[in-house]
């Protein structure tokens, strides 16, 4: 079975769960994940995990900063019931903010702050998703919580759209970002371009398009030549290698005596990822094989 990672740069009105299982059909595996869900109007990096790159994700998620970064774009004076243009309008006013207003606001808005996601969003509430609820025609209440916006800039105009870079941490929802930012200049604002450039440590210049897998595949290319191998993205967890003897012992389960400090460790067999392993009282014990 091929696994790996294909780093993908999604294009917008794809939803991520269906980006994921095109690619993994072109492989022909029924095997994948992914990391970050993107919302279906949203692009850029997400990344893809094909078959046994799947068990790696928690270790993926656990062992890289949880720093998003995305540019995004909105315009002020209507708000829709999504926050972004894919939605239906439900206020307008004729208040659009000065440049010095917005940059007054978005200074408000960095460091850690307590944040209402949208009420579409994948947010459990009552058991059921925010947004399967909304759909039904029930009011949801969804708490604010905290996010960290570690960076956030405006970027300038370009007719009616005002342009923004943010650095934020994992839960933090841009289309809210951008509803904050009109509500401190007590106006309304709509999204209506989000494009991720960094999750997990995945960035965008390592990240393909669609159309050039599926042309690759075509025209009898061979997709793996852009997928990343099984360990991609794994940090900086150091390296243990094994012989034949210990790595086949270490794959049914059983412990290894080793002299290393105890943690985390990537375990080899020469060349061959064998998966995440812990050192504890000088025993390699496995975490996670392949």
């Given at each position: 079975?091929?696994?790996?990672?294909?780093?993908?740069?999604?294009?917008?009105?794809?939803?991520?769960?269906?980006?994921?299982?095109?690619?993994?059909?072109?492989?022909?595996?029924?095997?994948?994940?992914?990391?970050?869900?993107?919302?279906?109007?949203?692009?850029?990096?997400?990344?893809?995990?094909?078959?046994?790159?799947?068990?790696?994700?928690?270790?993926?998620?656990?062992?890289?900063?949880?720093?998003?970064?995305?540019?995004?774009?909105?315009?002020?004076?209507?708000?829709?019931?999504?926050?972004?243009?894919?939605?239906?309008?439900?206020?307008?006013?004729?208040?659009?903010?000065?440049?010095?207003?917005?940059?007054?606001?978005?200074?408000?808005?960095?460091?850690?702050?307590?944040?209402?996601?949208?009420?579409?969003?994948?947010?459990?509430?009552?058991?059921?998703?925010?947004?399967?609820?909304?759909?039904?025609?029930?009011?949801?209440?969804?708490?604010?919580?905290?996010?960290?916006?570690?960076?956030?800039?405006?970027?300038?105009?370009?007719?009616?759209?005002?342009?923004?870079?943010?650095?934020?941490?994992?839960?933090?929802?841009?289309?809210?970002?951008?509803?904050?930012?009109?509500?401190?200049?007590?106006?309304?604002?709509?999204?209506?371009?989000?494009?991720?450039?960094?999750?997990?440590?995945?960035?965008?210049?390592?990240a393909v398009k669609l159309d050039f897998l599926e042309n690759l595949v075509n025209n009898g290319g061979d997709l793996r030549q852009v997928l990343k191998p099984l360990d991609f993205g794994l940090g900086d967890i150091p390296v243990l290698n094994l012989d034949d003897k210990d790595a086949a012992f270490y794959k049914n389960g059983g412990f290894i005596k080793v002299a290393q400090?105890?943690?985390?460790?990537?375990?080899?067999?020469?060349?061959?990822?064998?998966?995440?392993?812990?050192?504890?009282?000088?025993?390699?014990?496995?975490?996670?094989?392949?």
């Open positions: 079975m091929t696994s790996g990672w294909i780093i993908l740069d999604k294009d917008s009105g794809l939803f991520s769960r269906t980006a994921g299982g095109r690619i993994a059909s072109m492989i022909g595996t029924k095997k994948f994940g992914h990391i970050g869900t993107l919302d279906p109007m949203a692009t850029g990096v997400l990344p893809i995990a094909i078959g046994d790159a799947t068990k790696m994700i928690p270790w993926v998620e656990e062992q890289n900063p949880h720093i998003k970064e995305y540019l995004f774009s909105c315009q002020f004076g209507f708000e829709t019931d999504t926050l972004d243009i894919t939605g239906t309008e439900i206020a307008r006013t004729d208040k659009v903010p000065s440049e010095s207003d917005v940059l007054g606001a978005i200074g408000q808005l960095v460091g850690d702050i307590m944040q209402v996601p949208p009420a579409y969003s994948a947010i459990h509430v009552n058991g059921a998703r925010a947004h399967e609820l909304v759909r039904r025609g029930h009011a949801v209440d969804i708490p604010a919580r905290p996010v960290t916006i570690y960076e956030l800039e405006f970027m300038g105009k370009t007719g009616d759209s005002w342009q923004f870079r943010t650095k934020c941490s994992r839960g933090t929802y841009v289309r809210s970002i951008a509803r904050d930012i009109a509500k401190k200049c007590e106006t309304v604002a709509t999204v209506d371009m989000i494009r991720r450039t960094l999750t997990n440590g995945f960035d965008i210049k390592n400090k105890e943690g985390l460790y990537r375990v080899y067999n020469n060349e061959n990822f064998v998966g995440i392993g812990r050192v504890d009282d000088e025993n390699l014990r496995p975490k996670r094989t392949i």
